[in-house]
C-alpha cells in the first residue's frame, strides 16, 4: 500500500520507513512531526475492523490480471452470477478497479446508486442473493474520470470493505484492476488479518498477456497470496455454426498452460472467445443465462466447480486445524 501522503514532498520516504521524518526531504513537509514520533508505523486500526466487519463472509476470492483487456471484470461477473445460481448461496463482487469501473455495467446496474443505512452502505442487488458494490455507483455520470492518487484510493477501498453492510455471505468475489498497484497492496494488507481465500489469475494465449501474469505471480508470492489457479480467456474461436476451433490469438509460447506446468500452478480452464459473451456484458445480462449450452458456459461451468471444490477444501481443512 502506497504509505506516500498526497500532500508530502517529491523524495518521501514514506510513512512507514525509518528515515520517516528524519530524512531531508521530511524538512518543511507538514508531516514531519507524526512521522518522526513513529505513530505512523503503528498498524492501521482499519485492519482489526475490517476483519471483524468479515466475520460474516465465509469465502473471499480476488480476480487479478497482468494486463487490461483480458476479460478480468468478464470472469469476475460470470463468476459471481454462477455462484449465486444456487440461491441457497449469499454472493457479492466488491469492485476495486477505482479508475475504470465496469461491474455496474456488466452486471446490468448502470445508473444505480448506493443508499445509506444506520448499518453503514448498502450494496446494490442484482438479485436477492447477488449484490455489488463499486464506485461507479458513487459517480454523477458512467463518463466521469475518477483522478485520485494512491491515499485516497486506499481510502475507498478502506471504506468499502469497512463500511458496506454486506451481511452474511457465503462468497465476496473482488474484482481489481490490472496490475500491481495500490489497489492490489490495499485490498491485501486490509484483508490479511480476515484472510483471504486465494487469487485466480485471468489471461489471454499470448505471451505479451503471459509476461504481465508472471509478474501478477510474483506479487502473489512477495505478499503470500495463496493463488487458487489461473484460467486462459479467449482460448480459440469455436464456431457457432460448424464448431470448428479457429486460434485468434495464438499461444506462441505454449500459453498459459505450459506457463502453469513451469511455475507450479492450477491451470482452472480455457474459455473460448464467443461474440455472445460481449454482448451480455454489453447489455449487463448474464451469458451463462443466455447461452448455457455454449462451449463457453460449459467452460466456465468446470472452473467454477473447482473454486468451488477449493473453497470447500480450505474451509474443511480450517475446521479441523480448529
Known amino acids: 500500500m502506497s504509505d506516500v501522503p498526497s500532500n508530502a514532498p517529491e523524495h518521501c520516504p514514506g510513512t512507514t520507513s525509518e528515515k520517516a521524518g528524519k530524512g531531508s526531504a521530511c524538512q518543511g513537509c507538514p508531516n514531519q512531526t507524526l512521522c518522526a514520533s513513529g505513530a505512523t508505523k503503528a498498524p492501521d486500526p482499519a485492519i482489526a475492523e475490517i476483519a471483524e466487519k468479515m466475520l460474516t463472509v465465509k469465502h473471499k476470492i480476488l480476480v487479478l490480471s497482468g494486463k487490461g483487456g483480458v476479460g478480468k471484470s468478464t470472469f469476475s461477473a460470470h463468476l459471481a452470477h454462477a455462484l449465486a445460481s444456487d440461491v441457497s448461496k449469499e454472493v457479492a463482487v466488491l469492485d476495486v478497479d477505482i479508475c ?180 451480455s456484458c454489453d447489455e449487463g445480462r448474464s451469458f451463462l443465462a443466455e447461452v448455457p449450452d455454449s462451449p463457453a458456459a460449459l467452460a466456465y461451468s468446470r472452473i467454477v466447480k473447482s473454486i468451488q471444490e477449493y473453497c470447500s477444501n480450505l474451509l474443511t481443512e480450517e475446521q479441523r486445524l480448529d
Open 100 to 279: 475504470g469501473p465496469s461491474i455496474p455495467r456488466i452486471m446490468g446496474l448502470d445508473g444505480e446508486q448506493v443508499h445509506q443505512s444506520g448499518s453503514g452502505w448498502s450494496p446494490v442487488y442484482v438479485e436477492e442473493n447477488l449484490a455489488v458494490m463499486s464506485i461507479g455507483f458513487l459517480l454523477s455520470s458512467p463518463d466521469d474520470a475518477v483522478i485520485w492518487r494512491g491515499p485516497k484510493k486506499n481510502g475507498m477501498i478502506k471504506q468499502f470493505l469497512r463500511d458496506v453492510d454486506w451481511g452474511d455471505l457465503d462468497y465476496l468475489i473482488v474484482d481489481t484492476p490490472p496490475g500491481t498497484s495500490d489497489e492490489h497492496l490495499s485490498i491485501v494488507q486490509y484483508l490479511s488479518t480476515a484472510g483471504i481465500d486465494g487469487a485466480v489469475i485471468i489471461t489471454t494465449p499470448q505471451e505479451v498477456s503471459l509476461q504481465d501474469v508472471r509478474k501478477e505471480i510474483r506479487f502473489c508470492q512477495k505478499v503470500k497470496l495463496p493463488i487458487i489457479g489461473v484460467v486462459e480467456n479467449m482460448s480459440g474461436f469455436v464456431c457457432p455454426k460448424c464448431k470448428n476451433t479457429s486460434q485468434i490469438f495464438p499461444p506462441t509460447t505454449g500459453g498459459a498452460e505450459r506457463m502453469c506446468e513451469e511455475l507450479g500452478l492450477r491451470l482452472l480452464g480455457k474459455v473460448p472467445l464467443d461474440p455472445r459473451i460481449g454482448r
